[in-house]
């Protein structure tokens, strides 16, 4: 007899078998006919959830009006975040999360910067990462935020 394997996700609802190709094959009518009904009472995590059983007690910033009104330009000579290209990195991604922006990624900064006429990071890559070394950005898979440490830091 062959084996056979199989595991599927509906929303928040998952299902694995492992056993006779048969079995799993029955397993997996069953599971599909009652699909939709899943979808409906499990649905997808949402896009500030986490995902993969992940945790997160980061509490997005509310827009924050005072520096959302400032130009992005303003802000980071305000926060001496100019001319040390990881401060400036957390400085705009800060000035990004005032606006409503709850989950970033690095391609996000570098539209900021230049879009505001702000000289562009070397390596934004890299100055995520140093960020989230000083535990001050925290990534969620290709997504990241700041954390309260890192806007403490500013």
Same mark, same amino acid.
């Given at each position: 007899?062959?084996?056979?394997?199989?595991?599927?996700?509906?929303?928040?609802?998952?299902?694995?078998?492992?056993?006779?190709?048969?079995?799993?094959?029955?397993?997996?009518?069953?599971m599909l006919k009652h699909a939709e009904s899943l979808a409906k009472i499990a649905p997808p995590p949402q896009a500030n959830e986490p995902q993969n059983g992940?945790?997160?007690?980061?509490?997005?910033?509310?827009?924050?009006?005072?520096?959302?009104?400032?130009?992005?330009?303003?802000?980071?000579? !305000? &926060?001496?975040?100019?001319?040390?290209? *990881? =401060?400036?990195?957390?400085?705009? +991604?800060?000035?990004?999360?005032?606006?409503?922006?709850?989950?970033?990624?690095?391609?996000?900064?570098?539209?900021?910067?230049?879009?505001?006429?702000?000289?562009?990071?070397?390596?934004?890559?890299?100055?995520?990462?140093?960020?989230?070394?000083?535990?001050?950005? !925290? &990534?969620?898979?290709?997504?990241?935020? *700041? =954390?309260?440490?890192?806007?403490? +830091?500013?």
């Open positions: 007899m062959s084996e056979g394997k199989i595991e599927i996700k509906i929303g928040h609802v998952q299902f694995s078998a492992e056993g006779e190709q048969a079995w799993v094959s029955d397993q997996l009518d069953k992940g945790t997160t007690d980061h509490t997005p910033m509310v827009p924050d009006s005072e520096i959302a009104q400032k130009p992005l330009a303003t802000f980071l000579k !305000e &926060k001496n975040a100019t001319t040390a290209q *990881v =401060t400036k990195f957390l400085a705009t +991604s800060v000035w990004l999360e005032s606006k409503g922006k709850s989950r970033m990624t690095t391609s996000d900064v570098t539209a900021a910067l230049r879009s505001s006429n702000q000289s562009k990071l070397g390596n934004p890559a890299d100055c995520l990462n140093q960020n989230v070394k000083k535990g001050f950005c !925290e &990534k969620e898979g290709k997504e990241y935020y *700041v =954390t309260q440490e890192g806007k403490d +830091s500013l």
